[in-house]
């Protein structure tokens, strides 16, 4: 078993350390304009939280790439999202950052911490592999808990979600295109990158809506569209329509049907769907031959000289 496995298997009980950490100080407060920042995955459940926060009313809340972070923006806090710490483009930012700053990390050690005016530890989620898993969904975990979602039942669906059989067959899908609304944008951009960074599978993500806008002329028989949470109405009949396969928790019974899944609710929620596919994107990796904890070219962080 990889450190990867282990890792993917054990998110249920992360999220629900993580959610216990839901009054943390420094977590945004109702009406604070708030910006979220990382790298890579925390980038992108940043995305997530961002959009789920704006939609239940909480304030505006923008998410960007640390890089990217327009200077000069008025926001009454950053929060960054680090596992390592140690990122330089995070580090930089939270050294120049005016606002508040609140650090979401597994490591309490390095400067990210160090810099933020609230750090949130979540060492019980660190990771030995290269490639993040369940760091990444834990701070997504405790910033839902912080809005009020209730993290046991998302939890039920996550053990549910680390033993479902794989919805795709990995010996015969080429390539897989993820989609989502709203809050799942953030978590099929991460679906995406996991199949590229473990498994160097060739892996794209686009807002469901934006799909017809061209993406579309990628699917073909061999290839897989996922769709995370809402699906615009006919996409799924658009799509098996070219001879891909659509992936959905909910589609043809659902594919949770596939298990023992006796939630009583139609569908997992998104992030145990995203569970299921970090399980996908460490199987296309060992059936390459490949070490999904060590990915070539990566590092656990990108650290500047
Ligand atoms: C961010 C990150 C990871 C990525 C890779 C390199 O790290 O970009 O998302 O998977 O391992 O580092 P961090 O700032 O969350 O430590």
Request: glycine share 10%; proline share 6%.
């Amino acid at each position: 078993m990889t450190h990867v496995d282990a890792e993917i298997a054990s998110q249920p009980d992360c999220w629900l350390r993580a959610a216990e950490l839901s009054a943390a100080p420094g977590l945004p407060r109702p009406g604070e304009r708030v910006a979220i920042v990382g790298c890579g995955t925390s980038w992108f459940v940043g995305q997530a939280y961002a959009s789920l926060r704006e939609r239940s009313g909480q304030g505006e809340t923008d998410a960007f790439q640390a890089s990217e972070f327009p200077p000069g923006r008025g926001y009454d806090r950053i929060v960054a999202i680090t596992r390592s710490g140690t990122t330089t483009e995070v580090v930089d930012l939270l050294a120049a950052a005016s606002a508040a700053t609140t650090v979401i990390t597994a490591d309490a050690a390095q400067p990210a911490a160090g810099l933020a005016t609230d750090p949130v530890v979540l060492d019980f989620a660190d990771e030995r592999a290269v490639v993040q898993t369940r760091f990444a969904t834990s701070a997504l975990a405790l910033l839902r808990a912080h809005l009020g979602a209730d993290i046991g039942r998302i939890a039920d669906d996550a053990e549910v979600a680390v033993r479902l059989p794989l919805p795709v067959d990995p010996a015969r899908c080429e390539q897989i295109t993820f989609l989502g609304r709203g809050w799942t944008v953030g978590l099929a951009a991460e679906a995406a990158l996991k199949c590229r960074e473990a498994a160097g599978f060739w892996a794209e993500a686009y807002p469901a809506m934006d799909y017809r806008h061209g993406p579309i002329s990628i699917a073909a028989p061999g290839r897989v569209v996922w769709a995370f949470g809402e699906v615009p109405a006919g996409l799924a009949e658009e799509v098996e329509a070219t001879g891909a396969q659509f992936v959905h928790s909910r589609h043809h019974g659902g594919y949770a049907a596939l298990g023992s899944w006796s939630g009583g609710r139609e569908s997992l929620d998104p992030m145990a769907d995203l569970v299921v596919a970090q399980r996908l994107a460490v199987r296309l990796a060992t059936d390459r031959g490949l070490d999904p904890d060590f990915p070539r070219n990566l590092t656990r962080s990108v650290v500047r000289a």
